[in-house]
T-cell receptor
Framework: GQQVMQIPQYQHVQEGEDFTTYCNSSTTLSNIQWYKQRPGGHPVFLIQLVKSGEVKKQKRLTFQFGEAKKNSSLHITATQTTDVGTYFCAGNRDYGQNFVFGPGTRLSVLP | GAGVSQSPSNKVTEKGKDVELRCDPISGHTALYWYRQRLGQGLEFLIYFQGNSAPDKSGLPSDRFSAERTGESVSTLTIQRTQQEDSAVYLC??????????????FGPGTRLTVL
């Protein structure tokens, strides 16, 4: 079955440093989503990528979908303590099918 | 408007008992998902309802787990003969459509299940 992996599992950064998490799928995806879950909270949708090679930006966050639509990345520039949380990617192979979540990358930001 | 709601927020039960968890999706959302999240772990897909289509039950870990959804409204997840390994937060999410854009999943606050 479809598998979605994320690396790294954990990342500790100093406030102001950059952070990147990578998402890799065993199969080609039709689209991919990113979610953020704050400690003790529930996942909150960040963005959806659909097109091969697509790049989207939200303030300090940059999301990229690979050309082969099998991988994606989330990059945060100049991290802040408010960025703390676990970042999940989720992909599906075809419309109408369920999304498979990656295991998440837990980000800690030291002030 | 109201988001996804789940009840109860916390449930403590004894091993071997049955539990029922409820999810009220956002009105008009045709797709509904159930996930399990063990402490410090990622989201584990359980089951997916899309409109009147047969649900995707591929994530249910055993036949002790079942879920129902009445039309495009409330869903209940039932765990029979609970085991300690069932202890987790059970998250429900709904989306306007299933599996394709726009398909933002809106998550409920979850039900924290503890099996003693």
């Amino acid at each position: 079955g479809q598998q979605v992996m994320q690396i790294p599992q954990y990342q500790h950064v100093q406030e102001g440093e950059d952070f990147t998490t990578y998402c890799n799928s065993s199969t080609t995806l039709s689209n991919i989503q990113w979610y953020k879950q704050r400690p003790g909270g529930h996942p909150v949708f960040l963005i959806q990528l659909v097109k091969s090679g697509e790049v989207k930006k939200q303030k300090r966050l940059t999301f990229q979908f690979g050309e082969a639509k099998k991988n994606s990345s989330l990059h945060i520039t100049a991290t802040q303590t408010t960025d703390v949380g676990t970042y999940f990617c989720a992909g599906n192979r075809d419309y109408g099918q369920n999304f498979v979540f990656g295991p998440g990358t837990r980000l800690s930001v030291l002030p | 408007g109201a988001g996804v709601s789940q009840s109860p927020s916390n449930k403590v039960t004894e091993k071997g008992k049955d539990v029922e968890l409820r999810c009220d999706p956002i009105s008009g959302h045709t797709a509904l998902y159930w996930y399990r999240q063990r402490l410090g772990q990622g989201l584990e897909f359980l089951i997916y309802f899309q409109g009147n289509s047969a649900p995707d039950k591929s994530g249910l870990p055993s036949d002790r787990f079942s879920a129902e959804r009445t039309g495009e409204s409330v869903s209940t997840l039932t765990i029979q003969r609970t085991q300690q390994e069932d202890s987790a937060v059970y998250l429900c999410a709904s989306s306007l459509v299933g599996g394709g854009p726009p398909d933002t999943q809106y998550f409920g606050p979850g039900t924290r299940l503890t099996v003693l």
